[in-house]
């Protein structure tokens, strides 16, 4: 028998092996677990699968195994091990498991140009069924809102089939007619899919209903708020368009590739890589998860920038995101020596490398020891030394208050501790993207790693490495940064031979991508590395 496994996930969840149904366990919390593993495909945390699905008064951490049990009864057979797990994380191998929305998902996003009548309509039918059906009531907030953002992907690719099938050329009229119908019904505030099922009605002589349906829509529109570009007098059906229909960045997590490597020091590191063309590397720093920055309102549309036309290439820092947490070293040293085991592990050339923050420091001190693997550096909102540094008495104390405050309030469900550091970092955010940093911080490290990454970054001192940089640097930072200031900044730039310096018209530490001071930030970048022929 050849022993491969079918996950069904659009509808009721069930699993096949070999055409014959296998019993789930009767648990929704470990059918939950088992789907979400399935459908992510990907190493997860053993605290963030805690944190998906149980309560901590419900011993999280034993819930956990107790599920893992059940599920290797499903999974595993002889010879055969799909659950891996260690002491931190735990993953499904789907190298022989096939899953029905991830199967559908990655041929639409492939894009194809022309696909069959028969393969749509079997995918209209599939995606008719909600994802996971059932599993979502009840379940902790955080697997809800994963289930939400899915349930919408699924929204999406269902809209994709019914747009190719309206449009298909081999299909008869009246079948198009009711795609195109039912398209409308779906996504009832799109103009092209009011315009298409008006085009194909009134080919197929029902003029009365074309009527009727813009009378209809026209309304609903303007009731709405909306304005409609819909052209109902010249629209004609067209063949489809290479058009996808997932936003970009969810189609880069997904097209992402994570892997592990090992420091000297036995450390796992979690690097990422993402994106066609020439290579860019970022140096990690404080608050970074491989899987989590896309769906952020932060870092999501900065790193699409840094993907468009190149190999984006990052990893999680030690103590943080992915890779471990459990560590003996957080310090600068053990930070450049991540950066360089990464970059070995990928056997890169050269490579432009990026700096935001404290990971300006870490580029720095790279490119003076590895000047003929760096081709230039971007360096946004950095220092070339720490806070202990030259920092006024009065300041000192308010830091050192602060890493108190972060030893008894980091996560805990008051967010007013976390609250300290988003308003800092960003004082001219969004409030629902001050609310999302407050959370990811909490997702990202333990409250003793938040403490020992603000020691180790107090500590940080490669002013007289700048001299020694050898590379065409540029620098940015922003004029009124609350966190870390225009003069430090300044310092940077003024100590690298040949650095570009470019002031920032902003208040924050860490850029938005919504604001114009990013885009003087990604024009300038591109300007720099033309010139440099990078």
């Not at 053993?46 to 309560?55: A, G, H, K, S, T």
């Not at 008719?128 to 955080?142: E, F, I, P, T, V």
Request: negative net charge; contains cysteine.
């Amino acid at each position: 028998m050849s022993n491969k496994i079918f996950i069904k996930t659009l509808g009721h969840l069930s699993v096949e092996r070999d055409g014959a149904e296998i019993k789930l366990p009767s648990s929704r919390k470990t059918r939950a677990l088992l789907a979400y593993l399935a459908v992510t495909a990907r190493p997860h945390r053993r605290e963030r699968l805690c944190e998906l699905f149980w309560n901590v008064p419900d011993d999280p951490r034993g819930a956990l195994r107790w599920s893992l049990s059940k599920l290797r009864g499903v999974l595993n057979s002889e010879g055969t091990e799909r659950i891996i797990a260690d002491r931190e994380r735990v993953q499904i191998d789907t190298s022989d498991i096939s899953v029905d929305f991830v199967i559908i998902r990655k041929r639409l996003f492939d894009d194809p140009p022309f696909m069959p009548p028969e393969e749509l309509r079997d995918m209209a039918a599939t995606l008719g069924n909600a994802l996971l059906d059932g599993l979502g009531y009840g379940s902790q907030d955080a697997f809800a809102s994963w289930l939400v953002a899915e349930r919408e992907d699924v929204n999406l690719l269902k809209l994709n089939v019914l747009r190719r099938l309206a449009l298909h050329p081999d299909i008869s009229m009246t079948e198009a007619v009711s795609w195109a119908r039912r398209w409308a019904e779906a996504d009832p505030f799109s103009s092209e899919s009011a315009e298409v099922y008006v085009s194909l009605l009134r080919q197929t002589g029902q003029n009365a209903e074309a009527t009727q349906f813009i009378h209809v829509f026209t309304t609903e529109m303007r009731e709405a708020g909306l304005e409609t570009s819909a052209d109902f007098e010249t629209r004609p059906v067209a063949q489809p368009q290479n058009e996808p229909k997932a936003a970009p960045k969810r189609t880069l997590l997904l097209n992402q590739n994570i892997g592990f490597c090992r420091t000297g020091d036995n450390v796992r590191i979690a690097y990422a890589t993402v994106g066609e063309g020439p290579s860019i590397v970022k140096a990690a720093n404080w608050l970074n998860h491989l899987e989590l920055d896309w769906d952020s309102p932060i870092w999501g549309d900065i790193f699409q920038a840094c993907a468009d036309g190149r190999t984006f290439i990052r990893y999680d820092e030690r103590g943080n995101g992915l890779s471990d947490w459990d560590v003996d070293d957080i310090s600068q040293g053990a930070f450049v020596s991540d950066l360089e085991t990464v970059v070995d592990a990928l056997k890169l050339k050269k490579f432009p490398l990026l700096g935001i923050s404290q990971g300006c420091a870490v580029s720095i001190e790279y490119a003076v020891r590895h000047p003929e693997r760096v081709s230039a550096l971007i360096l946004i909102s950095g220092y070339a030394s720490g806070w202990r540094i030259g920092a006024t008495a009065e300041e000192q104390e308010r830091r050192e208050a602060v890493m108190t405050l972060t030893k008894h309030g980091w996560g805990t469900n008051n967010p007013a501790y976390r609250h300290i550091f988003s308003q800092t970092f960003m004082p001219d955010a969004k409030p629902e993207e001050l609310d999302w940093f407050d959370e990811f911080q909490r997702q990202t490290t333990s409250p003793e790693n938040a403490v020992r990454f603000q020691q180790a970054f107090a500590d940080i001192d490669v002013r007289h490495l700048l001299p020694q940089v050898k590379v065409p640097t540029i620098v940015f930072h922003s004029k009124d940064d609350q966190r870390i200031s225009l003069a430090q900044g300044r310092e940077v730039a003024a100590g690298i031979p040949g650095a570009r310096f470019v002031p920032l018209e902003s208040k924050n530490h860490i850029l938005l991508g919504h604001e114009p001071a990013w885009t003087t930030c990604l024009d300038e970048t591109n300007r720099f590395l033309a010139e440099h022929g990078i």
